[in-house]
């Protein structure tokens, strides 16, 4: 089945420093969403992607659809503490497919 | 329309009890989707609905699993004998599909978690 690897699993970083975290797949994907989760709480969706190659910033938060649709990055600049939570990426083939989640990257942000 | 809306939050039960979820989706949207997660996973897919029709089950959705969408507004998912296995959150997000394409956006709500002791 389909399967999305994150990277990297957590990271530490100092406030005001940028963050990168990427997911890559073993299948091709139409859509790519990134989403934020707080403990307790369901996913917040950040941000959508619908075609490779496509750049789409919201914010402190750029994303990229990869070329080849298999891989995509989030990159959080100037981090403030609440951005601190879990990152999935999430990968849909088509309407007709369910959303393929990530394991998740563990963001923690040392004030 | 404040967004998807699950209940309860919590749900503490014994061991063999049988538990019920609901989920309100977003009024509009015609694709409901359930998932489980346990910590330190991302989302595991569980099944969907497109109005009221159930399209299609993950084979983590055992026999003691059900789940209904009665009039194709909210939907329920029942764990009947619930085991220690069971304890997790369960998420419900909805969507809305015009046409059958990949430009959809999955919103969730705030999750049930299921605690079996």
């Known amino acids: 089945g389909q399967q999305l690897n994150q990277s990297p699993q957590s990271m530490f970083i100092q406030e005001g420093e940028d963050v990168s975290m990427n997911c890559t797949s073993s299948?091709?994907?139409?859509?790519w969403l990134w989403y934020k989760q707080d403990p307790g709480e369901g996913p917040v969706l950040l941000i959508a992607?619908?075609?490779?190659?496509e750049l789409t910033s919201n914010g402190r938060l750029t994303a990229q659809f990869g070329i080849t649709r298999k891989d995509s990055f989030l990159n959080i600049s100037a981090s403030i503490p609440s951005d601190v939570g879990i990152y999935f990426c999430?990968?849909?083939?088509?309407?007709?497919?369910?959303?393929?989640f990530g394991k998740g990257t563990r963001l923690s942000v040392i004030a | 329309d404040t967004g998807v809306s699950q209940n309860p939050r919590h749900k503490i039960t014994k061991r063999g009890q049988n538990v019920t979820f609901r989920c309100d989706p977003i009024?509009?949207?015609?694709?409901l989707y359930w998932y489980r997660q346990t910590l330190g996973q991302g989302p595991e897919f569980l099944t969907y609905?497109?109005?009221?029709?159930?399209?299609?089950k993950s084979r983590l959705l055992s026999d003691r699993f059900s789940a209904e969408r009665p009039k194709g507004s909210f939907s329920t998912l029942e764990i009947q004998r619930t085991e220690q296995g069971d304890s997790a959150m369960y998420l419900c997000?909805?969507?809305?599909?015009?046409?059958?394409?990949?430009?959809?956006?999955?919103?969730f709500g705030q999750g049930t978690r299921l605690t079996v002791v």
């Open positions: 997000a909805s969507s809305l599909i015009i046409v059958v394409a990949a430009n959809t956006e999955a919103f």
């Open positions: 299948s091709i994907f139409n859509t």
């Open positions: 992607l619908y075609k490779a190659g």
């Open positions: 999430a990968g849909l083939f088509t309407g007709n497919t369910p959303l393929v």
């Open positions: 009024s509009e949207h015609n694709r």
């Open positions: 609905f497109q109005n009221e029709a159930q399209l299609e």
